[in-house]
């Protein structure tokens, strides 16, 4: 920033008053970046291609070896360099020398961290993170075709619908929505400077799905933040429905399936799940992983056995995560590997295989036992957050009536 000072002196002169005017003074505030100088700087700013490497950046613009070593030593809840991602942004800020040399480089992960490592004698680091603020919104909507894309025509993230599938998947058949089903949504959205990076959580939904209507609140009994409905009836079952977020399913189980790389009629014992590859994949519950490995069938795959009653598998995987081995244990939720067309697949997708005592059944039709409801001694004050909350989701604008036809989340 420029600052300008103008300055008046008055002289007394045989009784006469001289005004001389000082010329404009200006004083030169430094251009920063990150908190950095940049002022006869050199600034890059490029994404990470794949299977580049940090280190090969930073030879290319003279960084010492040494310094490129520390880097590489820096212990991993700072800074590691085997987690660095295509397409993640970073800026380099270089001397003008007859020699392009970088003095730092700036890695930012996601939109909320960035990492400043500046090279000098020795090399410093800063792990830094922008400002965030917490916004409350309350946004209402009809299904016209999809619930994701009414979503995304309101200008909000997939994320949204991903919670919103979440929270009522056993309730509602999500592959069978309709047009003309309204829903009103209270959620808590992340922003950095003025920017929407995430959603924190959502606080309340409103859904009509063919005449009937559902409600969602949050609510921590002390064991982690679960949603229940207007009664206090836990709306969560003991496993996700869903193993991958935001797809559509290309194939049901089905006992009389023909195989499209077999070309023959075969029992098809598990759900797939159409998904570019790449797409992250998420164990449905906890549990202790039994099997993760590569089979000519299977392709790469993982099985999961998370009490004494089911057993989950993940099937044609494109690679397994990393960490994720026989004899681990997993949380839900948790990324397990990426959609893939591994084994005998005719293209990107993921089988999802689901046993219950040892039986192979249809996931999505299984009956699983919900979650706790409230306790008896927490209902007084479950209920002060519903009429809150209900409170605002009444206030929030309802939608248009539509013709209704069948529609899907996807």
Same mark, same amino acid.
């Given at each position: 920033m420029v600052t300008i000072f103008a300055v008046q002196i008055n002289k007394q002169v045989s009784a006469e008053v001289e005004t001389v005017h000082i010329p404009l003074i200006e004083q030169h505030q430094p251009a920063l970046l990150y908190g950095l100088p940049i002022d006869n700087k050199i600034v890059i700013e490029e994404k990470i291609k794949k299977n580049e490497l940090l280190g090969d950046i930073l030879f290319q613009y003279n960084v010492p070896a040494k310094l490129v070593h520390q880097m590489a030593s820096l212990p991993r809840n700072i800074f590691d360099v085997r987690k660095i991602a295509p397409n993640k942004k970073y800026t380099l800020i270089c001397d003008q020398d007859s020699v392009m040399r970088a003095t730092a480089l700036v890695y930012e992960p996601n939109a909320i961290d960035y990492v400043i490592m500046k090279f000098g004698d020795t090399l410093t680091v800063d792990v830094c993170q922008r400002e965030i603020s917490i916004v409350e919104k309350g946004v209402s909507g009809t299904i016209r075709s999809s619930l994701s894309q009414t979503i995304e025509e309101m200008g909000i993230t997939h994320e949204l619908t991903n919670k919103f599938v979440d929270i009522f998947a056993w309730v509602v058949d999500f592959q069978r929505l309709h047009v003309g089903d309204e829903f009103k949504?209270?959620?808590?959205?992340?922003?950095?400077?003025?920017?929407? %990076? *995430?959603?924190?959580? +959502?606080?309340?939904?409103?859904? $009509?799905?063919?005449?009937?209507? /559902?409600?969602?609140?949050?609510?921590?009994?002390?064991?982690?933040?679960?949603?229940?409905?207007?009664?206090?009836?836990?709306?969560?079952?003991?496993?996700?429905?869903?193993?991958?977020?935001?797809?559509?399913?290309?194939?049901?189980?089905?006992?009389?399936?023909?195989?499209?790389?077999?070309?023959?009629?075969?029992?098809?014992?598990?759900?797939?799940?159409?998904?570019?590859?790449?797409?992250?994949?998420?164990? %449905? *519950?906890?549990?202790? +992983?039994?099997?993760?490995?590569? $089979?000519?069938?299977?392709?790469? /795959?993982?099985?999961?056995?998370?009490?004494?009653?089911?057993?989950?598998?993940?099937?044609?995987?494109?690679?397994?995560?990393?960490?994720?081995?026989?004899?681990?244990?997993?949380?839900?939720?948790?990324?397990i590997g990426y959609v893939g067309s591994t084994g005998l697949a005719t293209g990107p997708h993921l089988c999802y295989r689901f046993w219950r005592n040892g039986v192979q059944v249809d996931a999505l039709r299984v009956e699983l036992p919900p979650s706790q409801p409230i306790k008896q001694d927490k209902l007084a004050e479950f209920n002060i957050v519903v009429n809150t909350l209900k409170a605002k989701l009444d206030q929030i604008e309802s939608p248009d009536q539509l013709v209704v036809t069948t529609a899907s989340v996807f």
């Open positions: 949504i209270l959620f808590e959205e992340i922003q950095v400077e003025g920017q929407t %990076v *995430g959603i924190e959580k +959502i606080n309340g939904i409103y859904f $009509k799905h063919v005449g009937s209507e /559902y409600y969602a609140y949050p609510f921590d009994q002390g064991e982690g933040l679960d949603y229940f409905d207007e009664e206090g009836k836990s709306l969560r079952k003991a496993l996700l429905k869903y193993p991958i977020e935001f797809t559509r399913i290309s194939s049901r189980y089905n006992l009389k399936r023909f195989h499209p790389v077999q070309k023959r009629f075969k029992a098809h014992l598990g759900t797939d799940f159409a998904a570019p590859t790449g797409t992250p994949i998420r164990s %449905v *519950g906890d549990g202790l +992983i039994e099997e993760a490995q590569y $089979k000519s069938n299977n392709g790469n /795959y993982v099985k999961i056995r998370h009490n004494g009653t089911y057993t989950t598998q993940y099937l044609h995987m494109s690679r397994i995560a990393q960490g994720v081995r026989a004899g681990t244990r997993v949380k839900q939720g948790q990324v």
